[in-house]
């Protein structure tokens, strides 16, 4: 499949562009046209560029299509959204992750450990976390020690699924590690998310650490991890976007609203039909107005109900031209912390973190500054332990007090991830739970449990699974 977005052209260009001449000035004598070096800062923006890639690209528009959140309408969109999907068709995700990522963080922290700038190796860590652990939870076991070494493995195994997590965790201590020595210049500008903000990069590990305690339900480790993790928006690490016609814009602006017009649409999502107060499954009550949060969601066009890819000064969607994309934010610390002490049984912990959750989307969190005007209402006043008692606003289908704190945190998880692969996660995670988020299949009677394995990678790797899991086999943390 031929994908004419953004991200791609840059990471090549980048990648080009790193093994030629990073200063013009110097080694004259040198041809250009055989390079042989590139600095760690310069391998640092295509590695980042790389890891967008696989958050905001082709798997982030198969994860919202088979969580509900999109409609597959039209050409192979349309067959991706009933769980018709072939290997090749992620062949360029598993490129973006292991040629993208994983071999230039690799190279990275070679070059910055001879300088022992363990800021730059740190960022890069938790880069190659982020990437690995999105994949690891797309596609079950992964190559993990043996990846990017063809010299010594030119087959590398496959992991498995809960060591690859387990390793993850450790990569991310050792960033942890490497912020909280202080050693180390800045990348500055060469770091496109946080320009060197150390702070901000230990509280994004932390996060990380909780989601992947989260995924592998280790719900005490998973709380404890979000007390270090993102304490305000502004520290979320998020793709910042501009409205540069195939140079910066949000990735489902591009496909959805111009390379591809007429494959997705939200025809049949469920999220609308939560937060439409005209919906008779409208999950609003008294105490919470939705109306800002539906409309700044969804918009219909030409009769078809659509994601919001509003880009005007007066309307800007949730995907919109120059709308951020979230990658690890100050959302997920706060409904992770929510959610794991509910697990614990820890519901009044709990109930306080989801009000103030709540007290965030009260103050206009979560929307665009377009969507907090007086013709789109919200509200999102604090819960007591009465509504979640039977008989409550939160609890009409006589469920515990926690379970149905449960179900209310699960939901505003399933509605605030919308078109993130974290909500792909979410609901393969809960999916056996009497309180999880009930999604219908939108062909046959089996919702799809994972992406399916490169077709590049089957083929050239003795070490791939044989035979190779189809869409709705279970990953092992799933089983």
């Known amino acids: 499949m031929k994908k004419n977005i953004y991200i791609k052209t840059l990471l090549l260009c980048l990648l080009s562009i790193s093994f030629s001449c990073e200063?013009?000035?110097?080694?004259?004598?040198?041809?250009?046209?055989?390079?042989?070096?590139?600095?760690?800062?310069?391998?640092?923006?295509?590695?980042?560029?790389?890891?967008?890639?696989?958050?905001?690209?082709?798997?982030a528009r198969v994860a919202s299509m088979w969580?509900?959140?999109?409609?597959?309408?039209?050409?192979?969109?349309?067959?991706?959204?009933?769980?018709?999907?072939?290997?090749?068709?992620?062949?360029?995700?598993?490129?973006?992750?292991?040629?993208?990522?994983?071999?230039?963080?690799?190279?990275?922290?070679?070059?910055?450990?001879?300088?022992?700038?363990?800021?730059?190796?740190?960022?890069?860590?938790?880069?190659?976390?982020?990437?690995?652990?999105t994949a690891t939870a797309c596609f079950g076991d992964i190559p993990y020690s043996e990846a990017s070494n063809i010299d010594l493995y030119p087959n590398p195994a496959f992991e498995s699924q809960l060591s690859v997590y387990g390793s993850l965790q450790t990569l991310l201590d050792e960033a942890i590690a490497d912020l909280e020595s202080g050693v180390g210049s800045s990348p500055g500008a060469a770091d496109i998310h946080f320009n060197g903000d150390a702070n901000k990069w230990l509280q994004t590990a932390y996060t990380l650490k909780s989601r992947f305690y989260l995924e592998t339900k280790e719900y005490a480790l998973a709380e404890a991890a979000t007390q270090k993790g993102i304490a305000s928006s502004d520290a979320s690490l998020k793709v910042i976007h501009?409205?540069?016609?195939?140079?910066?814009?949000?990735?489902?602006?591009?496909?959805?609203?111009?390379?591809?017009?007429?494959?997705?649409?939200?025809?049949?999502?469920?999220?609308?039909?939560?937060?439409?107060?005209?919906?008779?499954?409208?999950?609003?009550n008294a105490k919470t107005d939705e109306t800002a949060r539906f409309n700044y969601q969804y918009t219909t066009v030409n009769a078809t109900l659509m994601p919001n890819l509003n880009s005007t000064s007066t309307s800007r969607g949730l995907f919109g031209q120059t709308a951020p994309y979230p990658l690890v934010t100050f959302e997920e610390n706060m409904l992770t912390t929510a959610e794991a002490n509910a697990r614990l049984g820890k519901t009044e912990e709990s109930l306080a973190a989801l009000n103030a959750y709540r007290a965030y989307l009260n103050s206009g969190g979560g929307l665009d500054p377009t969507y907090l005007s007086s013709g789109y209402t919200y509200k999102y006043e604090p819960y007591t332990l009465d509504d979640l008692s039977t008989g409550g606003i939160l609890n009409t289908s006589d469920l515990s007090t926690n379970d149905a704190l449960l179900k209310e945190i699960l939901m505003e998880r399933y509605i605030t991830f919308n078109g993130q692969i974290l909500g792909f996660n979410d609901l393969r995670r809960t999916r056996k739970e009497s309180v999880g988020v009930s999604l219908t299949p939108t062909s046959g009677d089996i919702l799809p449990e994972r992406m399916i394995y490169s077709e590049a990678e089957i083929n050239s790797n003795t070490s791939a699974p044989s035979p190779v899991p189809g869409v709705f086999v279970p990953t092992p943390i799933n089983q």
């Open 23 to 59: 200063k013009l000035v110097d080694d004259l004598n040198t041809d250009p046209n055989n390079p042989t070096d590139a600095s760690a800062t310069l391998l640092l923006t295509a590695a980042q560029l790389g890891n967008i890639s696989v958050q905001e690209g082709h798997l």
């Open 67 to 133: 969580s509900g959140y999109f409609t597959g309408s039209d050409r192979q969109y349309k067959d991706v959204g009933s769980y018709n999907v072939t290997g090749s068709d992620f062949n360029n995700v598993w490129g973006f992750v292991y040629q993208g990522v994983v071999e230039q963080t690799k190279l990275i922290i070679e070059k910055s450990e001879s300088n022992n700038n363990r800021l730059i190796q740190a960022i890069a860590k938790i880069t190659k976390a982020n990437a690995l652990g």
């Open 242 to 284: 501009g409205n540069s016609l195939n140079v910066n814009e949000n990735l489902m602006y591009a496909f959805i609203g111009r390379n591809r017009v007429g494959d997705v649409n939200a025809a049949d999502a469920l999220p609308p039909t939560l937060l439409d107060p005209a919906s008779p499954t409208y999950k609003g």
